[in-house]
């Protein structure tokens, strides 16, 4: 009979979540500054129409990429890290590999499907021929099956509460690598599309395989304490996709969210305008990679609390991580929102156009971070079937709106889209969570962090805005003053704001 793996104290609980946060957040910063950067020297080293075919080429290759991964990375969290709570080693082998095999298959099909109709595709995306569109397309897709094997293996070691993986092997050494092949194309001149998108996709074969070496000797490790013998693949694969199929759809529609726009955007009203809402919403990028950070640190914890239906502890994960991001993101959107258009002058002459869409986008992001995680509360939770019709409604209203208002009104008619689709995949699940768990995430950290953000970056950046110079210099000299109130805002809010968990890293380490 299989034994339940003691729950931990809440102080541990908060203090492991603050502490695997903190470790992502530091990769995150990392990889976010890095992307950033490479977004940068694509935009100023070719042309804008150049810049809009890789970002709707790389756009493409990362919607085929979602729908090979089939939604084994939620998956893999949740069926790993419910068997070692469970005591159940001798099925950890099995869900690997029902999960692991198909992923390379779907992969493999994808790309050998994706090269040979590469040329219908760009047909019949674009009205006028575009040269090297084709060969940049194969390209990415020929690297499709490896980078859903590289996500597959790092979110597997999530499942086993490893996040090392992770930070060494996604967040540091394959965007390192990225960033040093992209600029290298750069300075060499080489072309836009083939140099560049094989300079962008290649760093993901490393990562794979170095991800399976890391996840092949966590399952090792984890069987030489089974007592029971392996279980087969046949009673493993039902549980598997069952739970895991629901997610391979939803999965797909949030990233068709996320980047089908620069698609249509390309098709619909000529490239450039691509590369220019590109541009706009890389900022929101930014804030978007602290709650993958922290969501990729609590998703096994809040697992392992579901699984028992402790839901009490549940929601004190939930409150305490939706305060942390609130207190990381809302910052920087408030800026982004206030300093658009500064901003945007990084990328290079004509960037600043796309001011607007940045400013919208921020406001919403505001609403959406102040839910929380909601989509991997419900995940955890086995909702997976829930997530897939919250995804696809916010899919449709993507689509519909992007076919609307893009012909239209360019890229503001596809931020309208993406702030549609964002509102529903948010509020809708947050209105599930409370109906059938009684969660929610406006705890006294989360209603802190927002007060906190508000009062010194928010209403500081107003002012400043109508009183002085829009630039750069009156953007850092804010940031700078805003971060010191900031800091000291938080420190003394620290017990509200949970943040004495944090001295789990101390603990950690010593350990």
């Not at 691509?274 to 930014?286: E, K, M, N, P, Q």
């Not at 922290?294 to 502890?313: G, N």
């Not at 800026?335 to 796309?354: I, R, T």
């Not at 505001?366 to 079937?385: F, I, P, Y």
């Amino acid at each position: 009979m299989a034994t339940v793996a003691p729950a931990r104290s809440a102080a541990g609980e908060l203090g492991g979540a603050a502490r695997h946060g903190v470790a992502n957040l530091l990769g995150v910063a990392v990889a976010a500054v890095a992307g950033f950067g490479l977004n940068i020297v694509v935009t100023r080293s070719w042309s804008m129409s150049d810049a809009g075919l890789f970002f709707a080429a790389t756009s493409a290759f990362m919607i085929a990429y979602a729908a090979a991964r089939l939604g084994t990375g939620v998956g893999s969290v949740y069926f790993i890290s419910r068997y070692r709570t469970l005591g159940q080693p001798e099925r950890l082998r099995a869900s690997v590999l029902v999960g692991l095999l198909p992923v390379l298959a779907v992969g493999t099909l994808i790309a050998v499907a994706g090269w040979w109709a590469a040329p219908r595709i760009v047909a019949l995306t674009f009205d006028e021929p575009v040269p090297g569109a084709v060969r940049a397309l194969r390209v990415l897709l020929v690297f499709v099956p490896v980078a859903a094997l590289c996500d597959f293996v790092l979110a597997a070691c999530r499942g086993f509460g490893k996040m090392r993986p992770l930070l060494l092997i996604e967040r540091l050494g394959r965007t390192g690598l990225q960033v040093a092949g992209v600029g290298l194309a750069a300075v060499l001149g080489l072309s836009a599309t083939t140099a560049l998108p094989l300079a962008w996709v290649a760093p993901y074969l490393p990562a794979a395989l170095v991800g399976t070496v890391w996840l092949a000797r966590l399952v090792r490790r984890a069987e030489r304490g089974a007592q029971a013998p392996a279980v087969s693949l046949r009673k493993e694969f039902w549980p598997y996709w069952r739970y895991s199929g629901p997610r391979a759809l939803s999965g797909l529609a949030q990233m068709a969210v996320q980047r089908l726009d620069i698609v249509l955007l390309g098709a619909l009203r000529g490239l450039s305008e691509a590369a220019l809402y590109t541009a706009a919403t890389r900022f929101l990028a930014l804030g978007q990679l602290s709650g993958q950070a922290l969501s990729t640190a609590v998703q096994h914890r809040l697992a392992e609390h579901l699984v028992r239906d402790d839901r009490e502890a549940a929601g004190r994960l939930y409150q305490a991580a939706t305060g942390w991001l609130v207190l990381l993101a809302w910052p920087a959107y408030l800026l982004f929102a206030v300093f658009a258009e500064p901003m945007l002058h990084l990328f290079g002459e004509g960037y600043s156009a796309g001011a607007r869409v940045t400013v919208f986008l921020a406001l919403t992001m505001l609403v959406a971070t102040g839910c929380g995680m909601v989509d991997t509360v419900l995940n955890m939770a086995g909702r997976t079937s829930w997530t897939f019709y919250n995804a696809l409604a916010g899919t449709l209203v993507n689509v519909v709106l992007n076919v609307l208002l893009i012909p239209r009104f360019g890229i503001m008619g596809a931020a309208v889209a993406w702030s549609a689709s964002i509102f529903i995949t948010n509020l809708v699940p947050l209105a599930q969570l409370h109906h059938a768990y009684r969660l929610h995430p406006f705890g006294r950290g989360t209603l802190a962090a927002a007060g906190l953000a508000v009062a010194c970056f928010g209403v500081p950046a107003l002012i400043a805005r109508a009183l002085l110079d829009a630039g750069p210099v009156t953007l850092a000299v804010l940031a700078v003053l805003g971060t010191a109130g900031y800091l000291a805002g938080a420190w003394r809010l620290r017990r509200v704001l949970q943040l004495d968990a944090l001295r789990a890293l101390r603990r950690g380490r010593r350990r």
